[in-house]
């Protein structure tokens, strides 16, 4: 399973709480969350896992404006073109 | 060599690119505790703030923190009373009340060039009331203790592919390429 995995990061203008719901319609739970500081900017990162695939996804903290989250997905061709195509539509 | 700074989706999208072209790579990582004064308070997002809202209070980003109730440092055993100037954000260094955070550096060396991702992981606040004793309080007394966690370290880290080599480094040395010279 793990040797199949694909890698994937894309920056996507979507709410959080529609990609919360695409990732959690997926199977995955919300595994943890912790504080970072990238680039200037303080971001909320929760961690998603489902057996050995996990997805992160970085939001900004605050009101800026736009938000674009950043996902990160290891996981299998099938959960990265779901959560992809998930965040476009 | 080269150093070129990535934000997080550029240096996993890199990386993606690598293990496509079958590229042998290595993927160096550096994961360092800080308690430099750096984070405190008063620069916290309103969001973010609000963690620390039972201990202090401040009239917006950026202004004076003071303390709402007396309550103790357990990190860095100290003790705040209430009313006290705690953090402020034109002097960061003092008085300070400060965050301690994991410095993580993620990076890459290709083609002589090295490609870096790097970022502060906050520890978290967890504040609790505990019997303690306090020399100018008296003993057994209970009081506001303000506790930081370490971030796990699976939020902490990139999940990587099993075949992306990670290896865990306590320093990276710049070295000088002279040979471009010639």
Partial sequence: MRNKQKLKSVSVLVPLEKIESKISEIGFLL?????????????????????EQTISVSEEIGDAYPKDPIITICGSKNTVSKVINGAKN | MPLYECNEQQFVENIRRLIETSEKFLVNRRICLHDDAKYGPATLPNDEFKRYAIICMRKSLKSTVFSKVPFIDDFHARMYDKGENI?????LMFP???????????????????YFFTF???????????????????????IHVLKYNAPDERVLTINLPKDVMVFDVKNMVRVIDYSSNF
């Fill in chain 1, 31 to 51: 595994d943890g969350t912790t504080t970072i500081v990238a680039d200037g900017k303080f971001w909320r990162k929760m961690l998603y896992v489902k057996r």
């Fill in chain 2, 87 to 91: 953090h402020g954000s034109s002097s």
């Fill in chain 2, 96 to 114: 300070r009340m400060s965050i301690p955070y994991y410095k993580v550096e993620y990076s890459i060396n290709v083609w002589g060039g090295t």
């Fill in chain 2, 120 to 142: 502060d992981a906050l520890f978290d606040p967890e504040i609790i009331i505990e019997k303690r004793s306090v020399k100018r309080l008296g003993t057994g007394i209970l």
